[in-house]
């Protein structure tokens, strides 16, 4: 199945030097989001019409294995637009879906069902439909092309542009949504026919189909399942609009899969991000990327996960940052940590306030509760990392890496001066700075020692003595 993607206006009111199909939504360009929804509704072979930026558009989907054809004036129409592909179809015997570029709430289900009722009616009621058009009531349908059809049918006499309606057409409230099956044959024949508008001077997409109507060709309409569908992204304020709806589909699908979202409107959730039942996700979390989120596991308030993978029953406490690494079964991260990096947080670990974790491996059980750098390093099973340990893994030109062995307790506000190998239950006494290796076993303490003077505290402070 074929499908063309109309992308090459200039989409002036966007008032931007990037591409209107390049501004994301959640994370990713807009026309990402057409292209996907062509694919899942059955689409296999994709044209996009470019023209303003074309290089920069083809760029951001060279991989995609498109086919790109070049309008030579982004003002001609859409209709121009489509002329620009006539290759792409020319000789081609079959339905063509047609897409805004500019509408990415046209899902891959409506495509499908799109696809299947002229097939049907083909079968049926043995009629060839030669252009079915995507419509939507809209409470308000300003700047929409208004869909006129045959009393108490289906069938579409016309539709009439917005800058070109009368009153009476202005106001009906049927619009159409920028997606359309057509016949391929009968479309490049209209194409050679059509005028351009004597208002704007462009050729309209919607004439060709007005064209097919009047020649009593078969056109009918296919009522979108939900309005929002309709959505065309305009301006900038559409594109949020645009956004908050698609970030509420995936909530819904995800929810339908047994996934919880508390207060879900002010959640970040990008389209290629995944869950397993019974996740359960905080107000304000972002969650980016291909992350991944497993049985139980809970995202506190404010966390942000990038690519990140949190395993079964574990949990990102709030406002914490997860990128590029795996928290382990059972592990917490949190509140107020960073693991990135292709660090992994080993099962049942715990890390805590303000620690760092940067391309390491923290094996299981281990606890770093409270302010910790934990760089480069692999620590084994359930070691102990105090408050305030720094693995010091740069010497100001490389990298060193750092390896602890099982059960190591690292006191509070130890150094440890990277490359640097403890061994197995190995001691670090809080406060020193550790600079060879240890043995397992081994007990190293590195401070210089305390003297106490006794009363030398009164050449220092204004002592009131009746306060004692
Ligand atoms: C179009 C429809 C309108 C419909 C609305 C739905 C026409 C004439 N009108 O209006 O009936 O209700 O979409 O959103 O089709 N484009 C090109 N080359 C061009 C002009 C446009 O590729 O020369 C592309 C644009 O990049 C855009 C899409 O076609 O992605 C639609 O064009 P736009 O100018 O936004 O049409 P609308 O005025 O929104
Ligand atoms: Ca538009």
Redesign the pocket.
């Known amino acids: 199945m074929r499908g063309l993607v ?4 200039l ?1 002036s009111r966007f008032k931007s030097e990037k591409p ?2 390049l501004h994301e939504i959640l994370g990713k360009p807009m026309l990402w989001y057409v292209i996907n929804n062509l694919r899942n509704g059955g689409v296999t072979e994709i044209g996009v ?1 470019v ?1 303003h930026k074309a290089e920069e558009v083809k760029k951001a989907f060279e991989h995609e294995g498109l086919r790109f054809f070049y ?1 030579k ?9 489509v002329l620009a592909a006539k290759d792409f179809f020319a000789s081609y015997e079959g339905y063509l879906v047609v897409l ?4 990415p709430l046209v899902s891959g289900e409506t495509i499908k069902n799109m696809l299947n009722y002229v097939t049907m009616v083909e079968r049926y009621e043995g009629k060839r439909v030669s252009a079915l058009v995507l419509s939507a009531y809209l409470p308000d349908p300003t ?3 208004r869909i006129i059809r045959e009393e108490g049918s289906d069938r579409v006499l016309k ?1 009439v ?1 917005e800058k070109d309606a009368t009153p009476e057409e202005r106001a009906v409230s049927e ?4 997606a359309y099956v057509f016949w391929a044959p009968h479309l490049l024949e209209a194409l050679f026919q059509i005028k351009p508008s004597p208002v704007t001077g ?1 050729l ?4 060709a189909v007005n064209y097919m109507a009047e020649k009593g060709y078969e056109v009918r309409l296919f009522r979108a399942k939900e309005p929002s569908e ?1 959505l ?1 992204v ?1 301006t900038r304020w559409e594109l949020a609009v645009a956004e908050s709806l698609i970030k509420l589909k995936l909530v819904r699908f995800w929810a339908e899969r047994g996934v919880t979202f508390h207060l879900p409107e002010t959640v970040w959730l990008e389209p290629e991000v995944s869950f397993e039942p019974d996740a359960e996700v905080f107000p304000g979390a972002v969650l980016k990327g291909k992350t991944k989120v497993k049985k139980g596991a809970r995202i506190g308030e404010g966390a942000l996960l990038v690519d990140a993978t949190v395993e079964e029953g574990a949990r990102v406490e709030p406002y914490s940052v997860v990128e590029r690494s795996v928290v382990k079964k059972g592990a917490v991260v949190g509140p107020f940590a960073r693991v990135r990096d292709g660090s992994t947080v080993g099962e049942g670990a715990h890390v805590g306030n303000f620690v760092e974790v940067k391309k390491s491996s923290v094996g299981p059980g281990v606890r770093a509760k409270h302010l910790a750098y934990i760089g480069d390093a692999t620590l084994g099973k359930g070691v102990n990392v105090g408050a305030g340990v720094v693995f010091a893994n740069y010497d100001g030109r490389q990298k060193h890496p750092t390896t602890v062995g099982d059960y190591a307790f690292i006191g509070s506000n130890a150094l440890l001066v990277a490359p640097l190998k403890l061994g197995r239950y190995a001691f670090v006494a809080g406060g020193s700075v550790v600079t060879k290796d240890l043995p397992d076993y081994a007990f190293a303490i590195a401070r210089p020692p305390l003297e106490v003077k006794e009363g030398l505290a009164r050449k220092f402070l204004d002592i009131k003595e009746d306060e004692s």
């Not at 309209?204 to 004439?207: H, S």
């Open positions: 109309l992308a090459a206006g989409g209107k199909v019409v023209s309008q004036n982004p003002k001609g129409g859409t209709a121009d637009a805004n570029g500019d509408s700047g929409y092309g539709i542009e619009v159409n949504a920028g462009e309209y997409l919607t004439d309709a065309g305009n």
